[in-house]
Protein backbone atom coordinates (compact mmCIF):
# COMPACT_ATOMS: atom_id res chain seq x y z
CA UNK A 1 0.00 0.00 0.00
CA UNK A 2 2.90 2.40 0.94
CA UNK A 3 4.02 1.97 -2.86
CA UNK A 4 0.78 2.70 -4.23
CA UNK A 5 0.47 5.77 -2.53
CA UNK A 6 4.30 6.99 -3.30
CA UNK A 7 3.51 6.36 -6.82
CA UNK A 8 0.50 8.51 -6.48
CA UNK A 9 2.04 11.69 -4.94
CA UNK A 10 4.76 11.11 -7.41
CA UNK A 11 1.96 11.17 -10.40
CA UNK A 12 -0.09 14.10 -8.96
CA UNK A 13 3.76 16.24 -8.62
CA UNK A 14 4.43 15.52 -11.69
CA UNK A 15 0.47 15.85 -13.22
CA UNK A 16 0.30 19.20 -11.27
CA UNK A 17 3.81 20.61 -12.26
CA UNK A 18 2.98 20.19 -16.00
CA UNK A 19 -0.39 21.66 -15.57
CA UNK A 20 1.08 24.79 -13.90
CA UNK A 21 4.08 25.76 -16.06
CA UNK A 22 3.93 28.97 -18.20
CA UNK A 23 3.72 27.30 -21.38
CA UNK A 24 0.48 25.30 -20.56
CA UNK A 25 -1.83 27.43 -22.64
CA UNK A 26 -0.26 26.80 -25.82
CA UNK A 27 0.32 23.05 -24.80
CA UNK A 28 -3.46 22.90 -24.69
CA UNK A 29 -3.80 24.71 -27.92
CA UNK A 30 -2.23 21.69 -29.93
CA UNK A 31 -2.87 19.23 -27.49
CA UNK A 32 -6.25 19.41 -28.38
CA UNK A 33 -5.61 18.15 -31.81
CA UNK A 34 -3.26 15.53 -30.51
CA UNK A 35 -5.76 13.96 -28.92
CA UNK A 36 -8.42 13.88 -31.25
CA UNK A 37 -6.08 11.93 -33.01
CA UNK A 38 -6.14 8.97 -30.64
CA UNK A 39 -10.17 9.11 -30.46
CA UNK A 40 -10.49 6.06 -32.73
CA UNK A 41 -11.31 7.69 -36.12
CA UNK A 42 -8.21 7.05 -38.04
CA UNK A 43 -8.31 3.90 -36.64
CA UNK A 44 -11.62 2.98 -38.21
CA UNK A 45 -10.50 4.43 -41.63
CA UNK A 46 -7.06 2.13 -41.47
CA UNK A 47 -9.25 -0.80 -40.77
CA UNK A 48 -11.50 0.17 -44.06
CA UNK A 49 -9.05 1.14 -45.65
CA UNK A 50 -6.76 -1.96 -45.55
CA UNK A 51 -10.28 -3.96 -45.91
CA UNK A 52 -10.69 -2.03 -49.66
CA UNK A 53 -7.30 -2.26 -50.85
CA UNK A 54 -5.95 -5.18 -49.49
CA UNK A 55 -8.78 -7.45 -48.65
CA UNK A 56 -9.53 -9.45 -45.48
CA UNK A 57 -6.80 -11.35 -45.07
CA UNK A 58 -3.98 -8.69 -44.53
CA UNK A 59 -1.72 -9.51 -41.89
CA UNK A 60 -1.58 -5.54 -40.64
CA UNK A 61 -5.74 -5.56 -40.73
CA UNK A 62 -6.12 -9.16 -38.87
CA UNK A 63 -3.29 -8.05 -36.61
CA UNK A 64 -5.54 -4.87 -35.64
CA UNK A 65 -8.68 -6.99 -35.16
CA UNK A 66 -6.79 -9.23 -32.91
CA UNK A 67 -5.21 -6.58 -31.08
CA UNK A 68 -8.14 -4.54 -30.78
CA UNK A 69 -10.20 -7.53 -29.59
CA UNK A 70 -7.71 -8.13 -26.51
CA UNK A 71 -7.35 -4.85 -25.85
CA UNK A 72 -10.46 -3.01 -25.43
CA UNK A 73 -11.85 -5.91 -23.22
CA UNK A 74 -8.49 -5.78 -20.88
CA UNK A 75 -9.09 -1.65 -21.04
CA UNK A 76 -12.53 -1.70 -19.92
CA UNK A 77 -11.76 -4.25 -17.01
CA UNK A 78 -8.62 -2.57 -15.52
CA UNK A 79 -10.85 0.92 -16.13
CA UNK A 80 -13.82 -0.53 -13.87
CA UNK A 81 -12.21 -2.72 -11.29
CA UNK A 82 -9.75 -0.32 -10.54
CA UNK A 83 -12.04 2.63 -10.77
CA UNK A 84 -9.05 5.08 -10.50
CA UNK A 85 -10.74 8.98 -10.30
CA UNK A 86 -9.80 10.89 -13.21
CA UNK A 87 -7.57 14.29 -11.60
CA UNK A 88 -10.72 16.46 -11.61
CA UNK A 89 -12.29 14.23 -9.03
CA UNK A 90 -8.98 13.77 -6.81
CA UNK A 91 -7.52 17.21 -6.55
CA UNK A 92 -9.18 20.31 -5.26
CA UNK A 93 -9.55 22.94 -6.98
CA UNK A 94 -8.70 21.68 -10.66
CA UNK A 95 -10.66 21.46 -13.65
CA UNK A 96 -9.90 19.55 -17.00
CA UNK A 97 -9.74 20.89 -20.14
CA UNK A 98 -11.72 18.87 -21.84
CA UNK A 99 -14.73 16.34 -20.73
CA UNK A 100 -13.69 13.09 -20.75
CA UNK A 101 -16.09 10.17 -22.35
CA UNK A 102 -15.80 8.06 -19.00
CA UNK A 103 -16.08 8.38 -15.34
CA UNK A 104 -12.18 6.75 -14.64
CA UNK A 105 -8.67 7.56 -15.58
CA UNK A 106 -6.76 4.07 -15.46
CA UNK A 107 -5.50 3.18 -18.07
CA UNK A 108 -5.25 5.84 -20.38
CA UNK A 109 -7.36 4.04 -23.07
CA UNK A 110 -6.57 6.97 -25.96
CA UNK A 111 -2.72 6.33 -24.94
CA UNK A 112 -3.17 2.78 -25.03
CA UNK A 113 -5.11 2.71 -28.53
CA UNK A 114 -2.20 4.86 -29.79
CA UNK A 115 0.70 2.98 -28.61
CA UNK A 116 -0.78 -0.67 -30.25
CA UNK A 117 -1.71 0.98 -33.62
CA UNK A 118 1.62 2.41 -33.69
CA UNK A 119 3.41 -0.62 -33.27
CA UNK A 120 1.69 -2.40 -35.72
CA UNK A 121 2.22 -0.03 -38.38
CA UNK A 122 5.85 -0.47 -37.28
CA UNK A 123 5.96 -3.72 -37.82
CA UNK A 124 4.75 -3.84 -41.48
CA UNK A 125 6.26 -0.49 -42.40
CA UNK A 126 9.55 -0.17 -40.27
CA UNK A 127 10.53 3.12 -41.72
CA UNK A 128 7.31 4.92 -40.54
CA UNK A 129 8.36 4.08 -36.92
CA UNK A 130 10.07 7.45 -35.54
CA UNK A 131 6.82 9.05 -36.59
CA UNK A 132 4.74 6.39 -35.25
CA UNK A 133 6.63 6.94 -31.78
CA UNK A 134 6.13 10.13 -31.07
CA UNK A 135 2.63 10.39 -32.30
CA UNK A 136 1.78 7.70 -30.00
CA UNK A 137 3.39 9.36 -26.63
CA UNK A 138 2.42 12.82 -28.22
CA UNK A 139 -1.01 11.40 -27.65
CA UNK A 140 -0.46 10.12 -24.28
CA UNK A 141 1.33 13.18 -23.26
CA UNK A 142 -1.82 15.37 -24.25
CA UNK A 143 -3.90 13.31 -22.07
CA UNK A 144 -2.08 14.00 -19.24
CA UNK A 145 -1.89 18.06 -20.61
CA UNK A 146 -5.50 18.13 -20.81
CA UNK A 147 -6.40 17.29 -17.31
CA UNK A 148 -7.98 13.84 -18.06
CA UNK A 149 -5.10 11.30 -16.72
CA UNK A 150 -2.09 11.47 -14.75
CA UNK A 151 1.04 9.87 -16.14
CA UNK A 152 1.03 6.16 -14.79
CA UNK A 153 -2.18 6.02 -16.74
CA UNK A 154 -0.58 6.99 -19.94
CA UNK A 155 2.42 4.74 -19.21
CA UNK A 156 -0.02 1.40 -18.12
CA UNK A 157 -1.77 2.27 -21.23
CA UNK A 158 1.33 1.81 -23.73
CA UNK A 159 1.89 -1.41 -21.77
CA UNK A 160 -1.44 -2.51 -22.36
CA UNK A 161 -1.37 -1.11 -26.27
CA UNK A 162 2.13 -2.52 -26.60
CA UNK A 163 1.57 -5.90 -25.17
CA UNK A 164 -1.63 -6.35 -27.36
CA UNK A 165 0.16 -5.22 -30.34
CA UNK A 166 2.82 -7.73 -29.40
CA UNK A 167 0.97 -10.85 -28.41
CA UNK A 168 -1.09 -10.40 -31.91
CA UNK A 169 1.68 -10.24 -34.20
CA UNK A 170 3.24 -13.56 -32.86
CA UNK A 171 -0.40 -14.91 -33.19
CA UNK A 172 -0.98 -13.81 -37.15
CA UNK A 173 2.46 -13.34 -38.30
CA UNK A 174 4.34 -16.07 -36.96
Known amino acids: ?17 LNSVSIH ?12 T ?19 SDPL ?6 AFSIE ?3 YFLLK ?21 SDQFSFPSGHTSAACM ?20 ALVGFSRVVLGVHFPTDTLVGAGLGLGSAIFSLNQIVI
Do not use: E
Open 117 to 136: VACLIAYFYPGLLPILAVWA
Open 80 to 100: NSCKRHRPQQALQNFRSVITP
Open 61 to 66: LQAMVL
Open 72 to 74: RPL
Open 25 to 36: ANLVRICRYISK
Open 38 to 56: GDGLLYVALAACLLWYQGA
Open 1 to 17: MKLIYSIHKYDVFMFTW
